[in-house]
């Protein structure tokens, strides 16, 4: 005789079934589910979005707010937008009179004292005195009318010593500013990108192009358009940096806006 089992398995008709009424709830799930998930994507990659230019405007104010009084320039090649100025690492006063060694504004000058706290100062630096950004009193001229090439090592320092300089205009206030070089932010939509350029010499004419060697930084991909307005105001008064900067990706679009001061009281 066979044994017997108490044990009864699925027909092949079962099985197409209950494959068939499994696919019939998963599909039926699936549209109930794929709005949802499609709204969340969309959520996340707009948050990335913003979050990227944010970030990179962000960037850009806290460098412009250093920037040597009266030295923002822009200007623009095709969709291709730049922002350049020149960025200081920090400023004091130096001695007009008295006791010491004084800043000669008559004569070619080499050294002067500085009043109150040391400054730090790192080779390759510049100092700059009442720069006007006008003919005559203009950082960005070719003999750098307002600037002067710091002489000596990285360190913090009283008396600074620069290369023979004579200085066109005096500082009502007796400030100098301690000039690190010129940084430039290239938009440029058609490669969908923001970057950051330093590290380059300074020029009368504002560069349009940067050798492959220049540092340089990625701050923002996706760009789908971007746009950079200066408004420097009066003399010895505020101007004001405008930014606008699109990011694109999926269809979508994200865009914010952003300005900021600049003191441009030399």
């Known amino acids: 005789m066979r044994p017997t089992s108490d044990h009864a398995g699925?027909?092949?008709?079962?099985?197409?079934?209950v494959i068939a009424i499994t696919a019939i709830v998963g599909s039926m799930v699936a549209v109930f589910l794929r709005a949802?998930?499609?709204?969340?994507?969309?959520?996340?990659?707009?948050?990335?979005?913003?979050?990227?230019?944010?970030?990179?405007?962000r960037?850009?104010?806290?460098?412009?707010?250093?920037?040597?009084?009266?030295?923002?320039?822009?200007?623009?090649?095709?969709?291709?937008?730049?922002?350049?100025?020149?960025?200081?690492?920090?400023?004091?006063?130096y001695r007009?009179?008295?006791?010491g060694d004084i800043l000669d504004f008559t004569a070619a000058d080499t050294s002067f004292d500085v009043l109150g706290p040391a400054i730090a100062m790192q080779a390759g630096d510049s100092i700059a005195v009442y720069n006007l950004g006008i003919p005559g009193a203009d950082a960005w001229a070719v003999a750098g009318n307002t600037l002067?090439?710091?002489?000596?090592?990285?360190?913090?320092?009283?008396?600074?010593?620069?290369?023979?300089?004579?200085?066109?205009?005096?500082?009502?206030?007796?400030?100098?500013?301690v000039v690190e070089g010129p940084v430039s932010y290239v938009c440029d939509p058609g490669a969908g990108t923001l970057t950051r350029y330093w590290g380059y010499a300074i020029a009368a004419a504002q560069p349009t192009g940067f050798?492959?060697?220049?540092?340089?930084?990625?701050?923002?991909?996706?760009?789908?358009?971007?746009s950079f307005g200066y408004q420097p105001g009066?003399?010895?008064?505020?101007?004001?940096?405008?930014?606008?900067?699109?990011?694109?990706?999926?269809?979508?679009?994200?865009?914010?806006?952003?300005?900021?001061?600049?003191?441009?009281?030399?």
């Open 59 to 93: 960037r850009m104010g806290r460098d412009i707010r250093l920037a040597l009084p009266n030295s923002v320039r822009v200007t623009s090649v095709g969709s291709v937008v730049y922002l350049e100025f020149l960025a200081t690492r920090s400023g004091g006063r």
């Open 36 to 57: 949802p998930l499609e709204s969340y994507v969309a959520q996340d990659r707009r948050v990335r979005l913003a979050d990227t230019a944010d970030t990179a405007l």
């Open 234 to 266: 009066v003399t010895e008064r505020g101007g004001l940096v405008s930014m606008t900067l699109n990011l694109s990706q999926a269809g979508e679009t994200v865009n914010l806006y952003a300005t900021t001061p600049v003191s441009n009281q030399p």
């Open 148 to 177: 002067a090439s710091y002489i000596g090592v990285a360190g913090s320092v009283t008396n600074i010593a620069i290369a023979a300089k004579q200085f066109p205009l005096a500082s009502p206030g007796n400030r100098f500013q």
């Open 10 to 17: 699925f027909t092949l008709i079962e099985m197409i079934i």
């Open 96 to 99: 007009a009179q008295g006791g």
């Open 211 to 226: 050798a492959a060697a220049t540092p340089q930084a990625l701050l923002a991909t996706r760009v789908s358009a971007c």
